[in-house]
């Protein structure tokens, strides 16, 4: 059985037919060569899979495409095209926060989210937030470094207005 | 690990939900947050004919106070338990318990009631129903009971519903003056399943236990409350004393398991140092 | 910018040393990697696998029909189907005198040896039908009796490993001095212990990927394989499959990690290849987690029982070390799975001036999965046992752990210097490392607030660990063994027509920066910016031969060739100046993309003009005039068989004494990797390593029941570090340049891994020290940490 699905990717309307069985991961992947979602652990455990669901982050390999319809959803192409994060790119340029990228593409829609939440975390929040995205050629502290100084960044923009 | 081919279904209503699960014979799933459906079928573990998705149910969401009870609709996400004021206030276990469930993009998607219904004897939510003395509102075709939480948990993976039936919602006791409420587990990692956690709820008056209320999770094949053990507090002072005395009689409330990586001497040995924290805790909080 | 500031920045190679940021980053931050895992080719189909599901048992039969019949399926292989048209590969080299171990091929015949060997191969238009296809093969097996404890395998009567063989030793060696024996008898201390190293496993974050496309018109093999040694792969699929090496093409594109797991030759690899060649289509195979759990090689699984002998100053005599190294039932190929063994027995005692040693090795066959190389090969249980052993000397003695250290350390003065196990150190820096250590970490404030912190039943501990890393190796690491592995590597370095530099080369990248880090090179030797020079990597059609990465050559290797390959081509572009502009190439040089007077700077014609003339108007050039504006240059070590580089690490960790948890809360490293190219890029690759030391100290380990089975084979079980539980680290650094080479280089990839291990467990040994509770085995669980302290 296959079904169609309607819902909102990056901002663009998209209708598919799909097999219930069909993660929302691989929906992207696949269906819409959106290959910046990456599949580490296809259970939940590494958060290579991150995309944001309705706003939220949610691990694209344990959703179903079919659950998703009527839903926005946005992935790192969108967020990285709409500028929304532009600085944390450039934070975690800078810091060198990624070695060979393949966590990277999570770990921004989480950060992304995080500062959302909490403008201002400390470094163990910082931590706590990117508990369940796992990295292996970093170490992580690069990684906390960028999201720390994207936060500071944006604090003293706000408070010092161009 | 890809799922094995299934239907779905997205419910509308509870008595859809409960009409779908009868037609599908057996062969039906529901679907809540899907966070340990999703991961048991790309495992293959399962091969449901269909999943019924119960998301779209309004009548298993909300969260309301009726009577002084807090009533949790089944499909509340985990982040919704720890971030919801009512929650807080008239339910703070959960509130305490829900940062440790995962991590924080599972609690997005995870629901209160998918985590109730699975009863995972290592899950953090099962042990805080029985701490609080919770009751289950439970649908099935001939319609909804009332199952204290107590009677609730039966065995890994065994609850007391029926196939089929639903669990609408989670309804927590009224709060009385002087509850307070502690919570820990002894995970190897943030948001591991934990070698050993526990829920407390008490009341303390003038530094004496009134009433008090002990669930431990991932220490045995279903959580547990620790009966001796509040036994021994009932009616004692907060000393240490007490406290080693509650500690020896958790070893008549539990039976762990003797795994080659934990064995029951080690989990019973980790439960009563988490019991002696949180009872040290208890007595600085109230 | 003045004439006086161009002369002094080319002298000084105003790139090589700066922290260039990773261009090649952005993409990924864009989301626009491109993984062999992500790639599409047309009518592409998917590979899956049907696997033994117990750890030693005979084939009784395998009914494929109702696969083959199941919905999108297009072929069921079995090893009658694959095996034929595939040599056999054994891995075994000679230089590991009369090592044994069973030839291997695609897919079991007769026999399944673990838990996990691929028994058929599923190919399907997609991964989902592919797997429900391998639920519907009937696969009977009759169970035998498995190896599984390396110590019982080795009795007289333990049934073997696999068929063929005479016994499950695979391999065994002896190394010793003339004097052991009598430093032992005559020594005021002896200090011993018995070590236990648990497997664990790389867990890339990309899972092991290949897409073969073999294309019958043209007979051209492409395969896209995440790998670090494309040259390797493509050596042997031409060998292995008896196809022309010229029309075998490799390409790594990006790589989601690797660290020595994506080096070994693997079933699945192989069986893509295969099948491709027989459909004439392109074939997918990415390993899903469960599959590379027990596919991909594990790492160490030592049993190690040492002693170490000392006067009665602390000063170290000798130490005398028993390793026993658990490797599955085949060695891989084509490296063995007996470097790390040896490695083991040769690094002991690495840093020290100890004048005695005798190392035995036994390696050993058991039906699990395969274990070999792996980041930091050897080194973490070497500097374990060795920096262990030194901690309880010092404890013994009643001497401060830097300050044993400090008396037994080789002199930095006092090179070059042999080691007791052979070992030839150039020149290396344990003491001012040590001193460094000392400052950065504030040593003795830290002391003191862990004496503070006991009163109040807080028990904290610090442990140190020198470490002496192997980088740079030439030909006598697996050249001189048989094994076509390339210990050279090349490059070409091309000018553009409008002036801007393209260099292939044959080392790759995998986000350590390889590419930029020659980018800098090549740009100081050409006089342009890093970013005018691009760099081309991981593709045998495009790039020059050569060993690509393992046992940390990027920058040692690859960067001196590249280093060559630019003055060669600097050379040329001089040679053409001085025509064109009719001086002697002595007095130009080359800066800011001009040729410039090499005396005063002044600026004398740009590159592009260089470009454009010798590519649109050769015409105008003398007759004899080079104008291929293109050098290339291959370089293999030859001075040294390696460049040894050392440093220190200390870990700062709290345990709680009642639930056997630890915290790391802090780690630092001092590091002299030599010449350092790009401090950012180096810091990095410590970090990273470092945590791949942590990981198994604490987290990782492979667990197996008593059957064979892998008890924790998923990432939700198997516990890799995450970012809450691993601490800070504070990097410092020494330089002190190899003479072997003009860059003066050394690598710096395993300097993390190998001693940041041992530097947590020397640190719980110090926090316990007062329960007078000790552990010797890795990881440091909490129930062997309650175990050790007498609660279990
Ligand atoms: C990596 C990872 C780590 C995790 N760590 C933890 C942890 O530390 N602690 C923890 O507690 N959990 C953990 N979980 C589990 C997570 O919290 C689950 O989401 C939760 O237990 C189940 O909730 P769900 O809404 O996802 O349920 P689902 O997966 O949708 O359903 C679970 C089961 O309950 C049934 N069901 C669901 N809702 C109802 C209902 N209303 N009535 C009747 N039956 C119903 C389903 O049919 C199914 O059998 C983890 C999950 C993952 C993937
Ligand atoms: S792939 Fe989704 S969490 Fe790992
Ligand atoms: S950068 Fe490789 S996994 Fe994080």
């Known amino acids: 059985m296959t079904m169609d699905i309607e819902l909102t990717v990056n901002g663009e309307h998209v209708r598919e037919s799909v097999e219930p069985r069909m993660s929302l991961a691989d929906f992207l992947r696949e269906r819409l060569q959106l290959t910046g979602t990456h599949l580490g652990c296809e259970m939940g455990a590494c958060g290579a899979c991150l995309v944001l669901l309705g706003g939220k982050p949610v691990h694209a390999c344990l959703v179903l495409a079919v659950q998703a319809a009527g839903e926005t959803v946005e992935t790192i192409e969108g967020l990285s095209e709409s500028g929304a994060i532009a600085d944390l790119q450039a934070a975690f340029h800078d810091r060198n926060a990624l070695q060979c990228g393949f966590c990277t593409t999570g770990m921004m829609v989480n950060a992304h989210a995080l500062l959302g939440d909490n403008p201002a975390p400390e470094r163990a929040e910082i931590r706590d937030a990117l508990s369940g995205n796992y990295c292996r050629c970093t170490g992580y502290e690069a990684i906390v470094d960028a999201i720390d100084a994207t936060a500071r960044k944006r604090a003293s923009d706000v408070e010092a207005p161009a | 690990m890809k799922s094995p081919a299934f239907d779905y279904i997205r419910a509308r209503s509870v008595a859809h939900a409960l009409e779908t699960y009868r037609s599908l014979d057996g062969e039906g799933v529901y679907l809540a947050g899907g966070h340990s459906v999703v991961p048991s079928l790309t495992l293959r573990l399962q091969a449901p004919a269909a999943l019924i998705d119960l998301s779209g149910i309004d009548a298993l969401t909300g969260i309301s106070l009726d009577d002084g009870w807090l009533r949790i609709g089944a499909m509340t996400r985990h982040a919704e338990v720890a971030a919801d004021p009512m929650i807080r206030d008239h339910a703070h276990l959960f ?78 006791p009224p709060v009385r003056a002087g509850d307070v409420a502690v919570f820990d587990e002894l995970a190897r990692r943030r948001g591991d399943y934990a070698m050993v956690g526990a829920a407390v709820q008490a009341m303390v008056d003038a530094g004496r236990v009134a009433d008090i209320s002990i669930a431990f999770f991932s220490v045995g094949n279903k959580p547990t409350r620790a009966g001796a053990a509040e036994s021994a507090l009932r009616g004692a002072r907060l000393d240490d004393a007490t406290i080693a005395a509650a500690q020896s009689a958790l070893d008549a409330d539990l039976d762990p398991s003797d795994e080659p990586q934990m064995p029951a001497s080690v989990r019973r040995h980790l439960a009563r140092v988490l019991l002696g924290r949180l009872l040290g805790h208890l007595g600085t909080t109230a | 910018m003045t004439l006086q500031d161009t002369n002094t920045a080319a002298a000084r190679a105003p790139h090589i040393g700066q922290a260039h940021r990773r261009q090649t980053a952005r993409r990924h931050l864009a989301g626009r990697g491109r993984f062999v895992s992500d790639i599409v080719l047309p009518r592409m189909l998917h590979a899956a696998f049907v696997r033994s599901p117990m750890a030693r048992g005979r084939i009784v039969e395998i009914d494929t029909r109702d696969a083959e019949q199941s919905p999108g399926v297009v072929r069921v292989f079995t090893a009658r189907d694959l095996n034929p048209s595939c040599k056999p590969w054994t891995g075994t080299l000679d230089h590991f005198a009369s090592m044994v171990s069973a030839p291997q091929n695609i897919l079991a015949e007769e026999e399944v040896l673990w838990a996990g060997h691929p028994v058929a191969m599923v190919l399907a238009r997609t991964r989902a039908e592919a797997e429900d296809a391998c639920e519907l093969v009937m696969l009977d097996i009759e169970e035998g009796e498995a190896c599984v404890d390396g110590h019982a395998a080795l009795s007289g009567d333990a049934p073997r490993a696999a068929p063929g063989l005479d016994s499950n030793l695979c391999f065994q060696t002896v190394l010793e001095t003339m004097a052991v024996d009598a430093a032992f008898a005559g020594a005021a201390h002896v200090v011993e212990g018995d070590f236990t190293f648990g497997r664990h496993t790389a867990v890339t974050l990309e899972p092991r990927s290949v897409v073969a496309d073999f294309d019958a018109a043209s007979e051209q093999l492409t395969v896209h394989h995440g790998t670090q040694t494309p040259y390797q792969f493509q050596d042997i699929y031409a060998r292995h499959f008896g196809l022309s090496e010229s029309r075998v093409r490799v390409i790594a594109p990006d790589v989601g990690g690797s660290f020595g797991m994506k080096l070994h030759l693997y079933n699945e690899e192989m069986a893509a290849v295969a099948a491709s060649l027989k459909l004439g289509r392109p074939v997918k195979f990415v390993a899903d987690r469960l599959e590379s759990f027990v596919s991909d090689i594990h790492a160490r699984d030592h049993k190690v029982s040492a002693r170490m002998a000392l006067d009665a100053e602390g000063t170290i005599l000798a130490m005398e070390v028993d390793d026993m190294t658990q490797i599955g039932a085949f060695s891989t190929y084509p490296r063995t799975s007996v470097a790390e063994g040896n490695q083991v027995v040769r690094l002991m005692g690495a840093p020290y001036r100890m004048p005695d040693y005798r190392g035995r090795l036994s390696v050993v066959f058991q039906n699990k999965v395969q274990t070999s190389q792996y980041r930091a090969v050897g080194h973490p249980i070497a500097c374990a046992v060795t920096e262990a052993l030194v901690d309880k000397a010092a404890a013994r003695l009643g001497v401060d752990p830097f300050e044993i250290r400090a008396r037994n350390v080789v002199p930095d003065d006092a090179y070059p210097f042999v080691s007791a196990t052979g070992y030839s150190f150039e020149k290396l820096s344990h003491e001012a490392c040590l001193a460094k250590l000392r400052d950065l970490m504030d040593y003795d404030a830290l002391r003191a607030e862990q004496a503070a912190l006991r009163e109040r039943g807080i028990y904290r501990g610090i442990g140190i660990a020198p470490f002496v890393e192997i980088t740079n190796p030439g030909a006598a690491f697996y050249g001189v063994g048989g094994a076509r592995i390339s210990a050279q590597d090349g490059a070409v370095v091309r000018l553009t027509p409008s002036g801007e530099v393209q260099c292939a080369i044959s080392v790759t990248e995998q986000g350590q920066g390889t590419e930029t880090i020659i980018s800098q090179i090549v740009a100081d030797q050409l006089g342009v910016a890093p970013e005018q020079v691009k760099v081309t990597t991981g593709d045998t059609d495009t790039t020059p031969s050569g060993g690509a990465t393992w046992a940390c050559r990027g920058a040692g290797i690859g960067g001196e060739t590249a280093l060559r390959a630019g003055r060669k081509l600097q050379g040329q572009i001089l040679a053409l100046a001085g025509q064109i502009l009719q001086s002697d190439p002595a007095d130009l040089a080359l800066a800011d993309g001009h040729v410039v007077d090499a005396q005063s700077g002044t600026r004398r014609m740009p590159l592009a003009e260089i470009g454009r003339i010798a590519t649109y108007r050769p015409d105008t050039l003398p007759e004899a005039a080079d104008n291929s504006l293109t050098a290339a240059e291959h370089f293999a070590p030859s001075g040294y068989p390696f460049d040894f580089t050392n440093g220190i690490q200390a870990s700062l960790v709290e345990v709680d004494v009642e639930t056997g948890i630890v915290r790391l809360l802090k780690h630092w490293v001092v590091e002299d990797c030599g010449r350092i190219i790009n401090p950012l890029l180096v810091d990095e690759q410590i970090r990273g390593g470092v945590v791949q030391g942590l990981g198994p100290a604490l987290f990782e380990e492979c667990l197996y029941d008593e059957t064979g089975q892998m008890t924790n084979a998923s990432l939700a079980d198997y516990l890799v570090p995450m970012a809450c539980e691993m601490p800070d680290i504070v990097i410092g650094h020494v330089e002190t340049p190899t003479n072997d080479t003009i860059l003066g280089a050394k690598g710096v990839g395993e300097a993390g891994t190998a001693a940041a291990g041992v530097a947590a467990l020397n640190a719980v040994n110090d926090a316990l020290s007062p329960f007078k509770a000790e552990i010797r085995q890795t990881p440091m669980t909490p129930l062997r940490i309650l175990a050790a302290l007498g609660h279990v």
């Open chain 2, 95 to 172: 509130h305490l318990a829900a940062p440790h469930v995962a991590h924080p993009a599972i609690r997005n998607r995870g629901t209160i009631g998918g985590s109730l219904s699975l009863a995972d004897p290592a899950s953090e939510f099962p042990a805080v129903a029985l701490a609080l003395r919770a009751e289950m509102e439970v649908a099935g075709h001939d319609g909804v009971r009332r199952v204290k939480a107590d009677d609730f948990f039966l065995d890994i993976y065994e609850t007391a519903m029926d196939p089929g039936e639903i669990l609408q919602a989670i309804l927590v």
